[in-house]
Structures are given as C-alpha cells and as structure tokens.
C-alpha cells in the first residue's frame, strides 16, 4: 500500500482493478491516518493486492472516481447520482488548543465563541482546503473567522498552537495524534458531526474492489453511532 499526492500517475489506474491494482482516493488528512487503518486490514488477507492512495482536494475526488481515474473515493458526504455508497464511520469538527485558553474549561464551544480567535491553517498539503471545509460545518450565515495562513504543514501548525500563537480546526480522526500541550474541544453546532462515505461506481463490481467494499463494510459503524 502506497500514499501518493494528486495526480501523481493516476491517470494509469483506469481499469485498474482487473490488474489487481486499485486506486483510492481520500480528501486530505480528514481520512488518510483512519482510513490506512481500514486499508491494512484488507492488505492484510489480499497482499498481493496494490493500493495506491491518492490525497486530493474533496471537489475532485467524485469527478476522478466518475471519469474512472479512480476505484474508489472516501470523503465526508451523501449520497450522490450515479455512485453507490457506504457509511464508514462519523467525524466531527473540533478545536485545538493551548491547555490556557480561555475556552480550554468548556466541555464544548459554541461557533459564537470563536469569532474573536485567530485561527491557524496551514498553506500546505491541502490545509487550506481541509479549514474550509470544517469552518462550513459550524459556521452560521456571516463573517468568515480570522484566519491566519500559514506557509507550514498540519503538524508545524499544532506546534504553533501549542504555543499559543493560534488555535485550529482539525478534525475528530486526528484526535489521537496529537502531542502533548494542546487540547481539544468539540464544536456545538448541528453540522458539526458529519458522515464520511465511500464512493464507487459500478453496481456490480469486480475483483480486488469488491473485496475491499466487503472489507470496509464489515468494519463500518452504524452513521448514527459517533465515533
């Protein structure tokens, strides 16, 4: 199983289940750490099978996985025409902190209370996008939050949160890698807990991504249980 950036030979996996080769698509670090877990088991009992992911922008993933640039997408979603779909498990938005912050006592944040915050993002390996996407989740109808952005990657930025210099918006998948020195608290908002799905198109498909939708079906939760 190998991790590779967007568009880095991906063309060349159309048909590519049939090689026994399959080509999985992830919006950014909101599945990637998750969904490799997912990934290992099923590499696991079918080794001889190749699984490229490829960490995209969430807009093109269901456009790759129709043109047939990809087997199979994950990302937070509904169901969409012309795909078949499972529910792999809930996320939800929450905020990084220093361990001082004034919200840090809260057992949860309130949208309202972010508006005063500056918010770190970072610039890099999708960051930006990843930030939109969770503010959209909370945000009410209104000024955007103030956001600094950054020309550091996700791990460089918790390190300036730590410091206080910022908080940030990551998601609930990441909850278990953080260092020491930030803390986290969930957002009360009723889009703040979302579905993540995985995407494929044919009815009926065929070996090695039916084993794979096997695989993640039988380890999925219920999209009503959180995680």
Known sequence: MESVSAGSGINARKGAESLRNLAVGCFASICRDRL????LVFSR??????????EMQR????PALRNG??????????????????GLWHDRVLVAMPPGHRLAASAA??????????FLTSQQQFGGD????????ILPIGPAFNTTIMDLGPPRILDRVAKGDGIALISGSHEELLS??????????????????????????GEPLAGLIGSLRARARPLGVAR
């Open 36 to 39: 490799a877990d997912e990934l």
């Open 45 to 54: 009992s079918r080794p001889e099978v190749d699984i490229g992911v490829h």
């Open 59 to 62: 807009g093109a993933l269901l």
């Open 69 to 86: 640039d990809l087997s199979l997408a994950v990302l937070p979603g509904k169901p969409e025409p012309g795909t078949h779909s499972i």
């Open 109 to 118: 944040v309130e949208p309202a209370d972010l508006r005063d915050e500056i």
């Open 130 to 137: 990843m930030h939109r996407f969770l503010a959209q989740r």
């Open 180 to 205: 020491e020195g930030i803390v986290v608290r969930p957002v009360d908002a009723a889009d703040a807990l979302f579905p993540v799905r995985a995407y494929w198109t044919d009815e009926n498909p």
